[in-house]
């Protein structure tokens, strides 16, 4: 028996994994290894570790796990979550199944871009979704935005701090009136033809091509995605989302089931940042480990 299970190894997942682990709990991780920030090349915001590969941060975590017998990872990826009278069963689709006390939904979210062509080929590279993890690195150049106008335009406002020479693609979407008020205040520009492709290479962009040949340069940009949950186990459970598409909990990541908590992502989708994430993994483990320690549940020195 677990005192508790972390799914998710992102930024949230370690940090819970980690915290349990020096409480003396008997803490199990199951990552599928599929973070949704792989596909970026640097990670920033985060004091100590500015610009830190995703891949390293990971390593560096699990480096420091090795230090605590309290601490188990697998790589598996958890297919049903099974409530009983002490806690859960985690089935998993690598066959495994494992007891445990209390269980940490870590799973973050997943991101439905804008639909333009090429964009996988630059985003995560020249593209990115949060001005202040990639903003300084794009400062004082010209910059595309892509996405639902309304996002954009909120975007662009805040981007303005980077960049004045910023441009909206909205890629067929028209502009209503109220729409181009704003965006005339802002003093930013706007297209709003069809995106024919993007132009580049390495992942660099150096222009914008619409339907109709033309041709604008642009070294980089910002997309606005909708994040959705990347796994369903919570509503499976019983779980609701709130307003934001975070599964509904306390401060604390505490939830409406018993014994079920939720950080990072899974509970607070904006803002999306690393730092953040890692900091409500800090907090829901905290809230677990006290949770235990009023149930009686002690730390086991046989696990020092």
Request: charged residues 25%.
């Amino acid at each position: 028996m677990k005192d508790c299970i972390v799914i998710g190894g992102g930024p949230a997942g370690l940090n819970a994994t980690l915290v349990l682990g020096r409480a003396r709990r008997n803490v199990l991780l199951i990552d599928n290894n599929r973070a949704r920030n792989k596909i970026t090349r640097e990670s920033h915001g985060f004091i100590t570790r500015d610009g830190v590969k995703p891949q390293e941060f990971r390593d560096l975590a699990h480096q420091e796990f090795n230090k605590y017998n309290t601490i188990e990872t697998v790589e598996d990826k958890v297919v049903e979550i099974v409530k009983d009278d002490v806690g859960f069963k985690i089935k998993t689709g690598k066959g495994n199944e494992w007891k445990t006390r209390k269980v940490i939904l870590a799973t973050g979210v997943i991101e439905k871009c804008p639909n333009v062509p090429k964009l996988g080929e630059f985003y995560g590279n020249s593209i990115f979704n949060c001005p202040y993890c990639d903003g300084w690195e794009l400062k004082d150049e010209p910059l595309a935005l892509f996405g639902i106008v309304d996002y954009t335009i909120h975007m662009a406002g805040i981007l303005r701090n980077w960049s004045q020479d910023l441009m909206i693609f909205t890629n067929g979407e028209k502009v209503s009136r109220s729409q181009m008020k704003e965006i005339k205040q802002l003093q930013i520009q706007v297209e709003t033809e069809g995106i024919k492709h993007l132009h580049g290479q390495n992942g660099m962009l150096k222009g914008i091509e619409l339907e109709s040949g033309k041709l604008i340069r642009r070294s980089g940009g910002f997309i606005t995605p909708e994040l959705t949950q990347a796994s369903d186990i919570g509503k499976k459970l019983g779980l609701k989302l709130d307003d934001t598409g975070g599964y509904k909990s306390d401060q604390v990541g505490r939830t409406n089931l018993p014994n079920l908590f939720v950080a990072g992502e899974a509970s607070i989708i904006y803002p999306s940042q690393l730092i953040i994430a890692a900091a409500s993994g800090v907090t829901t483990a905290m809230a677990v480990n006290v949770e235990l320690t009023h149930e009686g549940i002690l730390g086991s020195k046989q696990l020092d």
